[in-house]
């Protein structure tokens, strides 16, 4: 038997998709080597270029960026309010500045992370990072992360 803490059970399946990303990792190194070492080449030669010429700079970091500081405000601020503000800045940083797109990423911003958290944390009982903002309904029983 599994023993499970509450508290730390929305760990559980990023630790199962990590291990299965790194077994197919090794199944990619393993294959394609091997497709060079047959092809009369070296099992680990030097790469071409990694990006094509003219790729979007901006997005590209950007989006690095954003996610790096998505993994590290998580845990410290909670669930719903980080994805709120991550949302929408992803959609700043793919839809651009226009009026329209302002007002459908502030949407999808608060709807989106609201909908889950309440489907993950109250519905399913999931629990979700907790944070700062996080917010107990003790007469209802729920929490919203």
């Known amino acids: 038997m599994i023993n499970v803490v509450y508290s730390t059970e929305h760990w559980i399946v990023p630790r199962i998709i990590m ?3 790194v077994v197919l990792l090794l ?6 080597g091997r497709a060079r070492v047959k092809a009369g080449c070296a099992f680990f030669e ?3 270029k990694f990006f ?7 997005k590209l970091w950007g ?3 954003l996610f790096a500081g ?18 929408f800045l992803f959609n700043l940083l793919y839809t651009g500045l226009g009026k329209k797109q302002l007002i459908v990423s ?11 958290s309440i489907l993950f ?17 003790v007469d209802y029983g729920f929490t919203i992360y």
Do not use: H, Q, R
């Open 63 to 65: 989006t690095l960026i």
């Open 70 to 87: 998505y993994i590290f405000t998580i845990d410290k601020v909670g669930f719903t309010v980080t994805s709120m503000i991550f949302v």
């Open 106 to 116: 502030l949407i999808i911003s608060i709807v989106a992370p609201l909908l889950i």
């Open 27 to 32: 199944a990619i190194i393993i294959t394609e």
């Open 46 to 48: 030097k790469p071409g």
């Open 121 to 137: 944390g109250v519905i399913f009982n999931i629990t979700l990072p907790k944070g700062m903002c996080s917010v107990t309904f």
């Open 19 to 21: 291990g299965v990303l």
């Open 52 to 58: 094509l010429d003219g790729y979007d700079k901006k």
